[in-house]
């Protein structure tokens, strides 16, 4: 599997592969009190654990996890938030995706931008039929998110993902191969 050629985009964003510009972003989004909890960027980084984060977002693809994209202002070039396209189950036809914004660019549909663009793009792949998303019950601008983009809600999965230490319920949302 490739990088794209042409970076995906919907509206006023862009997906690109995250470069060291991006620390500001890292380190905005390791202040955040739940962005630490469910990924691999420690709470409160310093500059070089931002740029260790980054470093290990541009190796996804190499060690066969998939696509981690930096969400970027498509005027700017500025990266604003992120999302990925995870193909470990690719082989039964399966990806699920995620996505993050910073804190000071929430509230203007950048995650619903970013997620029709990696939506899309996701559809290049041939053997890919089925995205998913999980969403914490009580994120309810995540929901409105996901269903914005698209995606259907297909019921509550009971203590399915453990977030800091607590196992989780999570809604599942799914979209298919139009």
């Excluded at 994209?69 to 005027?75: M, R, S």
Aim: include cysteine.
């Amino acid at each position: 599997m490739d990088w794209p050629t042409t970076p995906p985009a919907f509206g006023p964003v862009l997906l690109r592969e995250f470069t060291d510009d991006d620390v500001h972003l890292a380190i905005e989004c390791g202040a955040d009190p739940y962005i630490p909890l469910v990924g691999t960027l420690p709470a409160f980084p310093t500059h070089d654990q931002a740029l260790a984060w980054i470093t290990r977002q541009r190796g996804r693809l190499a060690e066969g996890a998939g696509f981690s994209f930096a969400i970027a202002d498509a005027t700017t070039n500025t990266a604003i938030g992120s999302t990925g396209l995870w193909l470990r189950n690719l082989d039964a036809g399966r990806a699920s995706v995620g996505y993050s914004v910073s804190p000071k660019h929430r509230g203007r549909g950048v995650a619903r931008d970013a997620l029709k663009a990696v939506t899309a793009f996701a559809w290049t792949i041939p053997a890919l039929h089925r995205i998913e998303l999980y969403i914490e019950p009580w994120n309810t601008g995540s929901t409105r998110t996901a269903e914005k983009a698209g995606y259907q809600r297909e019921g509550l999965l009971k203590g399915y993902q453990e977030i800091a230490g607590t196992r989780r319920d999570m809604y599942l949302y799914a979209a298919l191969r139009p």
